[in-house]
């Protein structure tokens, strides 16, 4: 009889290290998991900022002649024109692109640089001239006035 007891006894035991080993794995998977999503949810909105600020950043850098919300090859543009070139700002199937080109010329995304991902990308010039930006993270104007 002690025997038996004793072989149950350690049955109980492994059965208790194996249902703590199981609920210590799965409290370590899923912390992961939530590690690993709120990580790429940081990504994403370091990501929109940034691409909103390098817009506005270009504009407010670029030595200006004349800043323009233009329709190029059916996609609408912001277009810093200045020496000659053409700086454009545009959307692509959810990627903000920038391209140099000679003046009055289409947009062509393989030519183009990725800045970024955005599912929202809208230009808008007042009166004033000041040029307001808005994309997934918020909006944000500079005056493009500045400089005439």
């Given at each position: 009889?002690?025997?038996?007891?004793?072989?149950?006894?350690?049955?109980?035991?492994?059965?208790?290290?194996?249902?703590?080993?199981?609920?210590?794995?799965?409290?370590?998977?899923?912390?992961?998991?939530?590690?690993?999503?709120?990580?790429?949810?940081?990504?994403?909105?370091?990501?929109?900022?940034?691409?909103?600020?390098?817009?506005?950043?270009?504009?407010?850098?670029?030595?200006?002649?004349?800043?323009?919300i233009e329709n190029r090859s059916g996609k609408?543009?912001?277009?810093?024109?200045?020496?000659?070139?053409?700086?454009?700002?545009?959307?692509?199937?959810?990627?903000?692109?920038?391209?140099?080109?000679?003046?009055?010329?289409?947009?062509?995304?393989?030519?183009?640089?990725?800045?970024?991902?955005?599912?929202?990308?809208?230009?808008?010039?007042?009166?004033?001239?000041?040029?307001?930006?808005?994309?997934?993270?918020?909006?944000?104007?500079?005056?493009?006035?500045?400089?005439?």
């Open positions: 009889m002690p025997q038996r007891i004793k072989t149950l006894r350690d049955v109980i035991i492994a059965l208790t290290i194996t249902v703590l080993f199981a609920v210590i794995l799965s409290l370590v998977v899923f912390s992961a998991r939530g590690y690993q999503h709120s990580a790429e949810l940081q990504d994403s909105s370091s990501n929109t900022r940034a691409v909103l600020s390098y817009i506005v950043s270009s504009v407010r850098d670029s030595d200006v002649s004349e800043i323009s609408e543009c912001l277009v810093i024109s200045c020496d000659g070139y053409e700086h454009k700002f545009y959307m692509d199937e959810g990627r903000l692109l920038e391209e140099y080109t000679e003046p009055d010329m289409g947009v062509d995304p393989a030519m183009a640089l990725e800045i970024g991902k955005t599912g929202t990308l809208e230009f808008d010039i007042d009166e004033n001239g000041i040029l307001t930006v808005r994309t997934d993270s918020g909006s944000s104007s500079v005056n493009t006035e500045r400089r005439r």
